[in-house]
């Protein structure tokens, strides 16, 4: 049974940070692709990072700069780092795990709430 299960989330003010965790079950994580995404009341779900089976890391101009991925394949966990966060990053941010041999998984998600 695959599971992938985010923490890290929380109440935060304006310009503090956050670390997110995913931590991955059932699957062999080194060979998966990673991805944070969030969503928003009224949103569509939005991609915020990916990193790749050789850690390169990709990031939307809206989170460039602020928001770190990275993942440790000894843990199965992969991480988002917030810092300098703003009310608009307010969501609930979930990872996802994909693979060309097979089906995306996703995690259940862990809720951003930035005060101004």
């Known amino acids: 049974q695959v599971q992938l299960v985010e923490s890290g989330g929380g109440l935060v003010q304006a310009g503090g940070s956050l670390r997110l965790s995913c931590a991955a079950s059932?699957?062999?994580?080194?060979?998966?692709?990673l991805y944070w995404y969030r969503q928003a009341p009224g949103n569509q779900r939005e991609l915020v990072a990916s990193?790749?089976?050789?850690?390169?890391?990709n990031y939307p101009d809206s989170v460039k700069g602020r928001f770190t991925i990275s993942r440790d394949n000894a843990k199965n966990t992969v991480y988002l780092q917030l810092n300098n966060l703003k009310p608009e990053d307010t969501a609930v941010y979930y990872c996802?795990?994909?693979?060309?041999?097979?089906?995306?998984?996703w995690g259940q998600g862990t809720q951003v709430t930035v005060s101004s």
């Open positions: 059932g699957i062999v994580f080194s060979v998966y692709t």
């Open positions: 996802k795990a994909t693979h060309w041999a097979s089906v995306d998984y």
């Open positions: 990193i790749g089976t050789g850690g390169t890391a």
